[in-house]
């Protein structure tokens, strides 16, 4: 079945530190979706990227859709406490989104 | 604030019991998607209904069914629980039926004694 590898699992950092995660997989997606996860909460989109080569930016956040089709990162500037929790990407599968295993983010202050 | 509610936040029941999980999608939205979440794990797609009907299926058990109604609200039956049913149950909605962007709900969280 169709499956992304992200990474990594999980990072540990400082407050104020860049952030950056990717996303890969073995075949091409039209669509590539980040989702922030806070703990006991629903997924909250982050950003859509819809054509290849692109680069979007939401504040801090900045992800670009791979040039192959078969990869997206998403970097965060200057993270910030309420950075924390875990972040999906997510493709548009047959019918269906299809999430990554999940990036779990830890700032310490 | 997603716009997407689900009832309820929490339940938990023993095994072999039957519980539904009600979902509202956002003002709009006539597509409804259900996830399982299992700990530390990914979202794995169960069921999408779009208007009414069966749009797409997951990884859905035999036991799981779903249903979305004329007003749109969608419910998830789990019958003959198991403890491994143990997770969390999240509902998404999104305008149309191949929902690029879908907005989830905050969950509900199961628990299977």
């Known amino acids: 079945g169709q499956q992304l590898n992200q990474s990594p699992q999980s990072m540990f950092i400082q407050e104020g530190e860049d952030v950056s995660m990717n996303c890969t997989s073995s075949s091409i997606f039209n669509t590539w979706l980040w989702y922030k996860q806070d703990p006991g909460e629903g997924p909250v989109l982050l950003i859509a990227?819809?054509?290849?080569?692109e680069l979007t930016s939401n504040g801090r956040l900045t992800a670009q859709f791979g040039i192959t089709r078969k990869d997206s990162f998403l970097n965060i500037s200057a993270s910030i406490p309420s950075d924390v929790g875990i972040y999906f990407c997510?493709?548009?599968?047959?019918?269906?989104?299809?999430f990554g295993q999940g990036t779990r983010l830890t700032i310490n202050p | 604030d997603s716009g997407v509610t689900q009832t309820p936040k929490h339940l938990i029941t023993a095994t072999g019991q039957r519980v539904t999980l009600r979902c509202s999608p956002r003002?709009?939205?006539?597509?409804v998607y259900w996830y399982q979440q299992s700990l530390d794990q990914g979202l794995q797609f169960l069921i999408q209904?779009?208007?009414?009907?069966?749009?797409a299926k997951g990884n859905i058990l035999e036991r799981f069914s779903a249903q979305q109604f004329p007003d749109l609200h969608s419910e998830l039956n789990l019958s003959s629980l198991e403890l491994g049913d143990s997770a969390l149950y999240f509902c998404a909605s999104s305008e149309g039926q191949y929902g690029h962007e879908q907005f989830f709900g905050p969950g509900t969280r199961l628990t299977v004694l």
């Open positions: 209904y779009y208007n009414g009907e069966e749009r």
């Open positions: 003002s709009g939205d006539l597509s």
């Open positions: 990227l819809y054509k290849a080569g």
């Open positions: 997510a493709v548009q599968g047959a019918q269906k989104l299809v």
